[in-house]
């Protein structure tokens, strides 16, 4: 296959879990089309140079590293813990999750420090390796590939690590947690050494979804005012810059748009109503670079 055929850019998505549809929904939301392949596992994007294809998550890291793709999303938990020195270029805003060191109930630890010793099960061998190594705790590491949860109750560890999203599977079997060794959520990641061509449209790429991750939380609100009024209207905008003020074709009247916390609309509405703001109108942004 040569390079034409299979675009400047290979891009990997995680074909199923939790990532996956957020993962294409955000690629849509970018302006990046590409249409479903049937079973094929890959498909060239309609207006960019990028071709997709759609993997396991946590053979991302790997294949990236190993320049099977050039770029992709994944959990920043399973690059750290393929070892691959990848460039992570985007925290993509999904896909939160962190990796918790837990104990059982009656179990006298309270910090990590004070696992030295004991058995440690976990689908994170590495990861937890390299965590305890530079807290400087010596401990056994068990490794197990699902149910981590259960392997104190069988008596098989003394603690786990293990990843959670809020921590509610490790309470309802019995644990606690002492710690947190990692922070995650889904990234962009790209390989090191990409040509000048490959690493500008991997740039676009960053700067397309960049501005969709920017805009999620923010609303445009545009509003008539009197001139009479327009100071007090203004007063109340926490605009992410200073507010577009622009005189109205009838006298005495002014425009005002500004870019708003989603969170503050609710807020907002009344009171500007009441300040004299006429005319309101709040819309969704789709790409914001600021």
């Given at each position: 296959?040569?390079?034409?055929?299979?675009g400047?850019?290979?891009?990997?998505?995680?074909?199923?879990?939790?990532?996956?549809?957020?993962?294409?929904?955000?690629?849509?939301?970018?302006?990046?089309?590409?249409?479903?392949?049937?079973?094929?596992l890959?498909?060239?994007?309609?207006?960019?140079?990028?071709?997709?294809?759609?993997?396991?998550?946590?053979?991302?890291?790997?294949?990236?590293?190993?320049?099977?793709?050039?770029?992709?999303?994944?959990?920043?938990?399973?690059?750290?813990?393929?070892?691959?020195?990848?460039?992570?270029?985007?925290?993509l805003?999904?896909?939160?999750?962190?990796?918790a060191?837990?104990?059982?109930?009656?179990?006298?630890?309270?910090?990590?420090?004070?696992?030295t010793?004991?058995?440690?099960?976990?689908?994170?061998?590495?990861?937890?390796?390299?965590?305890?190594?530079?807290?400087?705790?010596?401990?056994?590491?068990?490794?197990?590939?699902?149910?981590?949860?259960?392997?104190?109750?069988?008596?098989?560890?003394?603690?786990v690590?293990?990843?959670?999203?809020?921590?509610?599977?490790?309470?309802?079997?019995?644990?606690?947690?002492?710690?947190?060794?990692?922070?995650?959520?889904?990234?962009?990641?790209?390989?090191?050494?990409?040509?000048?061509?490959?690493?500008?449209?991997?740039?676009?790429?960053?700067?397309?979804?960049?501005?969709?991750?920017?805009?999620?939380?923010k609303?445009?609100?545009?509003?008539?005012?009197?001139?009479?009024?327009?100071?007090?209207?203004?007063?109340?905008?926490?605009?992410?810059?200073?507010?577009?003020?622009?005189?109205?074709?009838?006298?005495?009247?002014?425009?005002?748009?500004?870019?708003?916390?989603?969170?503050?609309?609710?807020?907002?509405?009344?009171?500007?109503?009441?300040?004299?703001?006429?005319?309101?109108?709040?819309?969704?942004?789709?790409?914001?670079?600021?």
């Amino acid at each position: 296959m040569t390079e034409r055929d299979r675009g400047l850019v290979r891009l990997a998505l995680p074909s199923k879990g939790r990532m996956a549809e957020p993962s294409v929904k955000l690629l849509h939301d970018a302006g990046i089309a590409f249409e479903p392949n049937g079973r094929t596992l890959h498909t060239r994007c309609l207006d960019l140079d990028l071709e997709l294809l759609f993997v396991r998550s946590d053979d991302i890291p790997v294949w990236t590293r190993d320049g099977g793709v050039d770029a992709g999303i994944t959990g920043r938990n399973q690059a750290v813990e393929a070892g691959a020195e990848l460039d992570e270029l985007l925290a993509l805003d999904f896909g939160y999750c962190r990796l918790a060191q837990a104990v059982p109930s009656e179990h006298p630890a309270m910090r990590p420090a004070d696992l030295t010793g004991a058995r440690i099960a976990t689908s994170y061998e590495h990861t937890l390796a390299r965590e305890l190594d530079r807290l400087g705790i010596e401990a056994r590491i068990l490794p197990i590939s699902g149910s981590v949860e259960l392997a104190p109750r069988l008596h098989a560890a003394d603690a786990v690590a293990d990843l959670v999203s809020s921590g509610e599977t490790l309470r309802q079997n019995g644990l606690r947690e002492i710690g947190t060794l990692l922070e995650s959520q889904a990234v962009l990641v790209a390989r090191p050494g990409l040509d000048a061509a490959q690493r500008a449209l991997v740039d676009d790429v960053v700067l397309l979804l960049g501005s969709v991750i920017a805009a999620r939380p923010k609303r445009y609100l545009m509003l008539n005012a009197r001139d009479e009024t327009l100071d007090d209207v203004l007063a109340l905008l926490p605009s992410l810059d200073a507010p577009t003020v622009l005189p109205l074709s009838r006298p005495g009247m002014h425009a005002v748009h500004a870019v708003i916390d989603a969170e503050d609309v609710v807020r907002l509405l009344g009171p500007l109503r009441a300040a004299g703001a006429s005319s309101l109108l709040v819309m969704p942004i789709e790409h914001l670079i600021a």
